[in-house]
């Protein structure tokens, strides 16, 4: 199980204690919490290093500093062993007790079971709309079939989560990601909890953040939209040329400044806004070619039982196929 964690100091037993009851009423003892502290400001670090003194199933991974959720998430699902892999959010949105239930779809032979949300308890009617209509918005740009309303709150199988591993970019949507690697892959219909304790740590920014990178990663039609607009202006630009020589013939000449002021400034904002849709994808390109780790990495703590030992990790009754030793990612670098 991988849990990304921010400033979650409030309801970090919480959440402990819910995921171990979940996961210890099915696997017992054969299975790992990697907890993820994403360069919080608030005690949560402390806190996850007590819960992992406490109990060999915990691993703290403490990264150099904040990176945000979905290189934190991608730091841990490097580093987790075992067949199956359970993402959650740390405020308790999403419900750790459906394991179960996504356990079963997994065993009926799908290898992505993602939590598809019907009902949004406790989220603003803002926030609904708004992650409703860039979810609508990506389907119309993206040709991957990335499905509505969900977010990173899924159970997958080793080989998914291996070729998630094996993707280098580092503007990762990872749901997108993981609708793109494929194989079978199935919603499950839940209501989310509002947050257990603590604020969200995705403002209005970050979510705008989250839709570029999701749309510029999956897609270059935006790119199309530069000749598009080219076109468009073009014929307007023809059609109003045919009425002012209609005007000349009649005698008559078009008045000028007002509307030539107008189509300066019109011309100019749309070159601009072609140019910073080109500027979004070069600066990625730059940011890519860079090559740098995706996250820092500065402490793993395991409990002494644990590290001395490899535990066991469950491996549950279902068929993995080709499944292959995880090799560490190199652009996940462990500092020390
Ligand atoms: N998170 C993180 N790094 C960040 C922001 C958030 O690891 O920079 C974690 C956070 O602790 C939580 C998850 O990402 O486990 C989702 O964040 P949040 O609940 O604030 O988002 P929301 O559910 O409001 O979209
Ligand atoms: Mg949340």
Not at 101 to 124: C, F, N, S
Not at 227 to 236: E, I, K, Q, T, V
């Amino acid at each position: 199980m991988v849990i990304p964690v921010y400033n979650e100091e409030a309801g970090l037993d919480a959440l402990v204690e819910r995921v171990t009851a979940a996961a210890q009423a099915i696997f017992g003892n054969r299975y790992e919490l990697i907890l993820v502290n994403d360069g919080s400001k608030d005690s949560s670090w402390a806190g996850i290093c007590a819960h992992a003194e406490r109990d060999p199933r915990i691993v703290a991974i403490n990264l150099s500093r904040n990176h945000g959720h979905q290189l934190a998430l991608t730091a841990g699902l490097n580093h987790v062993r075992g067949e199956l892999i359970f993402v959650l959010d740390a405020d308790l949105q999403d419900p750790p007790e459906l394991l179960g239930p996504m356990l079963e779809q997994v065993r009926a032979g799908y290898d992505v079971v993602y939590g598809q949300r019907i009902k949004r308890h406790g989220e603003t009617a803002f926030k609904r709309g708004t992650a409703s209509l860039f979810y609508r918005m990506l389907a119309s740009l993206v040709d991957t079939h990335i499905p509505r309303d969900t977010g990173d709150f899924r159970l997958m199988t080793r080989r998914v989560v291996d070729q998630l591993n094996a993707m280098p970019e580092r503007y990762r949507f990872i749901r997108g990601l993981v609708s793109y690697i494929g194989f079978n892959q199935t919603a499950f219909p839940y209501e989310r909890d509002p947050r257990f304790a603590g604020e969200t740590n995705y403002p209005l920014r970050k979510m705008m953040a989250l839709a570029v990178d999701a749309i510029t990663s999956f897609s270059v039609a935006p790119l199309r939209f530069a000749s598009h607009l080219g076109m468009l202006f073009g014929l307007a630009g023809l059609t109003s040329l045919v009425g002012i020589v209609w005007v000349w013939m009649r005698g008559g000449t078009v008045e000028g400044w007002a509307s030539l002021a107008a189509l300066i400034l019109i011309m100019g904002s749309v070159q601009l806004l072609v140019l910073g849709v080109f500027g979004e994808y070069l600066g990625r390109m730059y940011m890519e070619a860079k090559q740098r780790p995706l996250a820092i990495v500065a402490e793993i703590r395991r409990h002494p039982v644990a590290a001395n030992a490899e535990p066991e990790i469950a491996v549950p009754d279902i068929a993995v196929v080709a499944a292959t030793d995880p090799e560490p990612r190199e652009d996940i670098r462990v500092a020390g």
